[in-house]
């Protein structure tokens, strides 16, 4: 139950931060910079200072240029880049699940959930939603946020002291 409440401690502060940072950074997202080499809108700035509806409709315009599958999830995420909240909750995913599972002698699940990480922060490169240093930033952040949270035990921790 210790470790559940250390994880569920763990989620809710990197979703927090997350918010915060999205909205201190004003990040724009990459694909507002297709957007504006399109045509579509002005800057990437300009972007988000529309309200949702016009965001939406200039997204659904970018369809017939861009593959709808991207504009899909473009249209479910119209808020900042930095930080990555998907690649955030995997990291801190990966340093909880792959630290227990590696000290538990579980190296196939370890690999596993890693496999599953990539695979997220990938796709999100893929789908225009972040840069790489909206990785490498969520990344260090997660590694922060877990080394800053007490250890529910060490021996459960992948960097154990």
């Not at 909880?96 to 690999?111: D, E, K, M, R, T």
């Amino acid at each position: 139950m210790i470790l559940i409440a250390q994880l569920g401690l763990l989620l809710v502060l990197s979703f927090g931060a997350k918010t915060f940072l999205k909205q201190w950074t004003e990040s724009p997202r990459p694909y507002t910079h297709e957007l504006a080499a399109e045509g579509l809108i002005s800057s990437p700035e300009q972007f988000y200072t529309l309200d949702s509806t016009d965001q939406n409709q200039i997204i659904v315009l970018a369809s017939d240029e861009v593959s709808q599958w991207r504009t899909k999830h473009w249209l479910g995420e119209t808020d900042y880049s930095f930080p990555s909240g998907h690649t955030i909750f995997v990291a801190v995913c990966v340093l909880f699940f792959a630290g227990l599972f590696a000290n538990h002698q579980y190296p196939v699940l370890s690999s596993l959930v890693m496999l599953w990480a990539v695979g997220v922060a990938t796709s999100r490169l893929w789908l225009g939603m972040h840069r790489p240093e909206d990785l490498f930033g969520s990344l260090a952040f997660a590694l922060v946020l877990f080394l800053i949270v007490p250890s529910a035990d060490s021996k459960f921790r992948l960097l154990s002291k």
